[in-house]
């Protein structure tokens, strides 16, 4: 399993492709369609699907452009699906977003749902157990988690996805929807005071 980072677009946003075999996912979509489709072209794979760690629209900017050219479908948590379009600010068409599938295999590599609510009620973390990689849109970030201020935020709700979060193995690689990569041991400490009770 390879993970290549899509960097940036207006809004500073990432996304990810993960590679296994001659297959592909994408985490998220923020970047520029042009920079998506690019880095699938470069890589050389077949993608199979988005997914989508939540709905707000700087992680969705790239998606229409590239579904214009590749019939990708883009998953995102029921809750999501819904709740994303009453929040879409931009005068675009908001992307078709279909609920998540039970199981997600990409070429025999299970990725595992973790709902996070708390910065949206749909937000989610993608969990590849045999890469060590947590992807976290705007749930946690290196030395920061997510706002809570926005429409559908709550700050208890977060805080219980975070401990979630914090129960995985202390080497997962966490790949957050803006800024830098970390560990998830690296940012225990803060996990640790922001959840004490
Ligand atoms: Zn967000």
């Not at 050219?69 to 600010?89: G, I, K, N, Q, S």
């Amino acid at each position: 399993m390879r993970v290549v980072r899509i960097c940036c677009g207006p809004y500073d946003s990432l996304s990810y492709l993960v590679i296994e075999g001659e297959e592909a996912l994408l985490v998220d979509a923020g970047p520029p369609s042009e920079a998506l489709v690019e880095a699938v072209e470069r890589e050389g794979v077949k993608l199979r699907f988005v997914l989508i760690t939540h709905g707000h629209y700087d992680h969705l900017t790239g998606l229409r452009g590239l579904q214009a050219l590749t019939e990708v479908p883009a998953y995102a948590h029921p809750l999501e699906v819904e709740f994303f379009r009453e929040v879409w600010p931009l005068s675009l068409e908001p992307p078709e977003l279909k609920p998540l599938p039970d199981e997600i295999y990409l070429s025999g590599l299970k990725v595992e749902v973790i709902h996070t609510p708390g910065h949206t009620p749909g937000s989610t973390c993608y969990y590849l157990k045999d890469g060590r990689v947590l992807f976290t849109g705007d749930t946690l970030f290196a030395g920061a988690v997510g706002r809570t201020d926005f429409k559908g935020g709550n700050e208890g709700e977060l805080k219980r996805s975070l401990k979630l979060l914090m129960k995985l193995p202390k080497d997962v690689r966490i790949l957050p929807g803006h800024g830098e990569p970390t560990l998830l041991e690296r940012e225990l400490p803060m996990l640790r005071a922001l959840t004490a009770p």
